[in-house]
């Protein structure tokens, strides 16, 4: 989801009386909804644990600030959000990122990515991307996520592909960056 946070409110996490602890909620202005609209159609809030040791996430509430919130919906329909979740500021995505969430991730649905934290490292699947960005780079979000994407070809493989328009007849076919 794309979206401003209006406003931030500690809840109790359940209506069990003896569970103290407690979530914020954040209301929410949605933007646009990339994925799970056939879950909900419009989400009005997110909800995080209180506490960052319980992978809670901190968000700027100030409705000027926009994110790309990406989290699960949980049965009783809450939007749930935490730190192992992708959540970033939307003008700190790449162009290709935003492009990206629009189809081209999309194309990556049946594909699987594995993360090479030291070598040797492989794929053992033909619809695997290795990615490399923590071994070269040091970090999980580096260079290869801000700008390639996994998307799978009509052979039934998959690869990392890097900006311009969708592949269509010809695809570029790069080994892994």
């Known amino acids: 989801i794309r979206a401003k946070i209006s406003s931030e409110k500690v809840v109790p996490a359940s209506d069990d009386p003896l569970d103290t602890h407690k979530m914020i909620r954040y209301e929410i202005k949605q933007i646009k909804m990339f994925k799970g609209f056939e879950k909900l159609k419009d989400v009005q809030y997110v909800y995080t644990p209180f506490d960052s040791s319980l992978c809670g996430v901190k968000l700027e509430a100030n409705n000027k600030k926009q994110y790309l919130l990406t989290g699960q919906i949980l049965k009783d329909g809450k939007v749930f959000i935490h730190l192992c979740n992708y959540i970033e500021p939307w003008d700190d995505l790449s162009l290709s990122q935003k492009k990206s969430l629009n189809q081209r991730y999309q194309m990556g ?19 695997e991307c290795l990615w490399t960005d923590w071994l070269i780079e040091r970090k999980l979000y580096g260079h290869q996520a801000k700008h390639y994407a996994c998307i799978k070809r009509s052979d039934g493989t998959c690869s990392w592909y890097r900006g311009g328009p969708p592949p269509e007849k010809e695809f570029i076919d790069i080994s892994e960056p």
Do not use: F
């Open 109 to 127: 649905c049946g594909c699987k990515i594995t993360t090479c934290y030291m070598v040797p490292c492989s794929i053992t699947a033909p619809n």
